[in-house]
């Protein structure tokens, strides 16, 4: 019986935590990445809990788990966890990979830049890392093959009553509508009520509607709901826009959600909001925001397929090393129960 020890360091983009591993983590089996997704779930998810719960983290934290690539146009691989299980993709992680990889020597700049492609379960996405300014360089990719599988579906939701909504996919799949639509404020409701709801729309379309991927099926499931203000993206004011993206079980994300924002700009490119070229700022709890530029588009059948942009910056935190000793009853992480009862 001996201690398990996993060093890490700590970033955060738009104060979105992003615990990177950088030592200690067993070498995951499979040869695909969505089979190492699997594996990891399958025999070492006592880690990811280790790393993600109580006492070592909390129920906001997110990470990155690096693994070796398995599609040969990636230079890098990595798995996308938090505190309910592991994330298709992750735009505020890849933003935060793209300054690690630079900085840790695994990417090269050259005259300041760098381009690599990551492999994330969802695909293969390019990250651009612009590193010729003062301070922390700015990070942008390019997301997989994104687009609006169902527009204006509603369901009936518990509390809240029949909701029109519309489903996009950016790297995840996500519930997307104005909060205004349930009779909420974005700005002014308490951000409680907006969780509640968020959990309240993803469960209830979860149940009347079948998500599917027209590729990979481990993609198709919907991870959450994202609830925006109504500013449109395509509006020629510059206004940003914001949002509140509610995954995993009612957590939520500080930043905008660099899969959330390509989600959306794929869904406004759908309805002719937006067109090839064009770039808005969206921001997330913090008050912190993404760029997101509609990159290209293409008509695929009956639906319109794009590529989006997304650029940001992260800094760091902290470097760790956390153990797990034996004989400690939390070394595999605690989550906080809503009530004694549940213990």
């Known amino acids: 019986m001996t201690n398990r020890s996993i060093r890490v360091v700590d ?4 104060a979105e935590p992003v615990r990177i591993v950088e030592a200690g983590y067993p070498e995951l089996r499979g040869a695909t990445i969505l089979e190492k997704r699997r594996d990891a779930l399958a025999r070492f998810d006592d880690l990811r809990r280790m790393l993600m719960l109580e006492p070592r983290g909390h129920s906001g934290m997110y990470g990155v788990i690096p693994t070796a690539p398995s599609d040969p146009s990636a230079d890098l ?4 966890t938090h505190q309910e299980g592991y994330s298709t993709m992750c735009g505020h992680a890849t933003v935060a990979l793209g300054r690690w990889a630079v900085d840790t020597g695994q990417v090269a700049l050259v005259h300041g830049r760098a381009r690599f492609g990551l492999e994330a379960p969802c695909g293969v996405v390019q990250v651009d890392v612009d590193a010729t300014g ?8 390019e997301s997989v093959e994104s687009f609006a599988s169902h527009l204006d579906q509603t369901v ?6 029949s909701v029109t909504f519309d489903v996009a ?7 997307i509508l104005p909060s205004s639509r349930i009779g909420l404020s974005l700005m002014d409701t308490p951000l409680a009520d907006l969780v509640q709801a968020g959990v309240a729309i993803t469960d209830a ?14 993609l ?16 020629h004011g510059g206004r940003p826009s914001h949002n509140l993206c509610i995954f995993a079980e009612g957590q939520i994300d500080r930043s905008p959600t660099g899969s959330g924002v390509t989600a959306r700009i794929a869904l406004a490119a759908a309805r002719g909001e937006m067109t090839v070229g064009q770039d808005c700022e969206i921001r997330g709890v913090s008050g912190e925001g993404f760029c997101g530029t509609l990159a290209r588009s293409e ?5 319109l397929v794009s590529r989006v942009r997304v650029a940001g910056r992260s800094y760091y935190a902290a470097r760790t090393e956390f153990i797990a000793e034996p004989g400690d009853r939390f070394g595999d992480g605690f989550e906080l129960p809503a009530r004694f009862a549940d213990l």
């Open 11 to 14: 970033m955060h983009t738009a």
């Open 77 to 80: 691989a990595v798995l996308f």
């Open 134 to 141: 003062e301070g922390a360089p700015l990070v942008a990719f």
């Open 156 to 161: 009936d939701v518990s509390g809240i009553g």
């Open 169 to 175: 996919f950016g790297g995840a799949f996500y519930v």
């Open 205 to 218: 379309v979860r149940a009347a509607l079948t998500i599917t991927h027209p590729t990979e099926p481990d």
């Open 220 to 235: 198709g499931f919907l991870y959450g709901t994202i609830l925006t203000d109504d500013v449109p993206l395509g509006n």
């Open 299 to 303: 008509q695929r059948g009956e639906g």
